[in-house]
């Protein structure tokens, strides 16, 4: 089972500024990770997919990179609405494995 | 536009089984290449994929608990279904039926279409 480390927990930042949340794997991914931002009482939303793909509806502000083991998330403008939990998912190999989430946090 | 809405019992109790079905609309079920799966979330943690199904019949399961859940498809419904036996409070957790989406390189993975998840309590 791939083991996916997100960090850091949680991340605290200033509307405005740039946010970068780092998800590690245990063994290579590839590109096949996807970025989850979930709200409060909210179910996931899809963000990122293949690593670096935005999602239907997605704003540029949030981009994904690298491959491998050490992916990134960038949140290049933090907006209010951007303040959440944040999970990756690899889905390389079975069975697909969800980092424990990183907490944007203002 | 595809939409995924949970349904089951709120409250199972302990050594019971967990029944789910998410029913589907906007789309059939049964369409070519289609993966369908199963997230749990437990109070104040984080997600946990349960397992998938893939063209209604080949299965894939989170080997943590392979030994008590199965998830199939009831094409004539439109839906899928997961069960869960012999949970204990463990289980207790927000479920979430998805449907994930490929990518460029045609694997399947990020899942684009949620439910808006339903609660499941294991209590006596």
């Known amino acids: 089972e791939i083991v996916m480390m997100q960090s850091p927990a949680t991340l605290s930042v200033s509307p405005g500024e740039r946010a970068t949340l780092s998800c590690r794997a245990s063994?290579?991914?590839?590109?096949?990770l996807a970025w989850y931002q979930q709200k409060p009482g909210q179910g996931p939303r899809l963000l990122i997919y293949g690593a670096s793909t935005r999602a239907t509806g997605i704003p540029a502000r949030f981009s994904g990179s690298g491959s491998g083991t050490e992916l990134t998330l960038t949140i290049s403008s933090l907006q209010s609405e951007d303040f959440a939990v944040y999970y990756c998912q690899q889905y390389n190999s079975w069975p697909w494995t969800f980092g424990q989430g990183t907490k944007v946090e203002i | 536009q595809l939409q995924l809405q949970e349904s089951g019992p709120g409250l199972v109790k302990p050594s019971e089984t967990l029944s789910l079905s998410c029913t589907v609309s906007g789309g059939s079920i049964s369409s070519s290449s289609h993966y369908w799966g199963w997230i749990r979330q437990p109070p104040g943690k984080g997600l946990e994929w349960i397992g998938s199904i893939y063209n209604s019949e080949t299965t894939y399961y989170n080997p943590s608990l392979k030994s008590r859940v199965t998830i199939s498809v009831d094409t004539s419904a439109n839906q899928f279904s997961l069960k869960l036996n012999s949970v204990t409070a463990a289980d207790t957790a927000v479920y979430y039926c998805?449907?994930?989406?490929?990518?460029?390189?045609?694997?399947?993975?990020?899942?684009?279409?949620w439910g808006q998840g339903t609660t499941v309590t294991v209590s006596s």
């Open positions: 998805a449907k994930p989406r490929p990518d460029s390189s045609g694997y399947y993975g990020g899942m684009d279409v």
């Open positions: 063994q290579s991914v590839s590109s096949h």
